[in-house]
């Protein structure tokens, strides 16, 4: 199986700054690589698809990029809603794992 | 409007059985594989199970493979999930999800609220 290591596994920034959340996989996934955002209490939201295609209705000011094994997400101004928990998917091979998950706090 | 609606979870002791549904609406379920995908309690998301769009590809995770069985009707726009040989590991939150197109190795772009499972004795 392949595992999915993300970090860190929380950070706190404030609104506005630039936020960078990394995914890493055990072996080459190419860019079969989702983000997702939850929230407390909600079901997960999916921002990222492909590595780096934004999904339909997301703010521009996420975006994905790598490839192979590393991976980054980013959120250029964070604002208030982004205040989240953020998981990342392979799905190059089954199972389709998740990464552990990076929880931005507010600072 | 896609709606994914669970159903089906509640408190069941180690070693029974419990079968979810997922009722879905607002799309051409047929044209779609599904997942499901759950939470334990104050953990991060597992990917459980995903059927493609006619049944024909299925996958499951290690930790169910054997004793869950994932399967569909399309006429009747319904996810299930049969979970076997409950274990207290099992004890989460089961998210159906919709994936992007007919392949379950596809993203999830809709999910519902959840059903919860507890095995307890």
């Known amino acids: 199986d392949i595992q999915m290591t993300q970090s860190p596994s929380s950070l706190s920034a404030s609104v506005g700054d630039r936020v960078t959340l990394t995914c890493r996989a055990s072996?080459?996934?190419?860019?079969?690589l989702s983000w997702y955002q939850q929230k407390p209490g909600k079901a997960p939201k999916l921002l990222i698809y492909?590595?780096?295609s934004l999904q339909s209705g997301v703010p521009s000011r996420f975006s994905g990029s790598g490839s192979g094994t590393d991976f980054t997400l980013t959120i250029s101004s964070l604002q208030p809603e982004d205040f989240a928990t953020y998981y990342c998917?392979?799905?190059?091979?089954?199972?389709?794992?998740f990464g552990g998950g990076t929880k931005v706090e507010i600072k | 409007e896609v709606q994914l609606v669970e159903s089906g979870g509640g408190l069941v002791q180690p070693g029974r059985s419990l079968r979810l549904s997922c009722a879905a609406s607002?799309?051409?379920?047929?044209?779609?594989?599904m997942h499901w995908v759950r939470q334990a309690p104050g953990k991060g998301l597992e990917w459980v199970s995903g059927?493609?769009?006619?049944?024909?590809?299925?996958g499951y995770a290690d930790s169910v493979k054997g004793r869950f069985t994932i399967s569909r009707d399309n006429a009747k726009n319904s996810l299930y999930l049969q979970m076997n040989s409950l274990r207290a590991e099992d004890t989460a939150l089961y998210y159906c999800?919709?994936?992007?197109?007919?392949?379950?190795?596809?993203?999830?772009?809709?999910w519902g609220q959840g059903t919860l499972v507890t095995v307890s004795s």
């Open positions: 607002g799309f051409t379920f047929d044209d779609y594989a």
């Open positions: 059927i493609s769009y006619n049944s024909g590809s299925i």
């Open positions: 072996q080459s996934i190419s860019s079969y």
């Open positions: 999800a919709k994936a992007s197109s007919g392949s379950y190795d596809l993203p999830s772009d809709y």
């Open positions: 492909a590595a780096s």
């Open positions: 998917q392979q799905r190059y091979s089954t199972p389709l794992t």
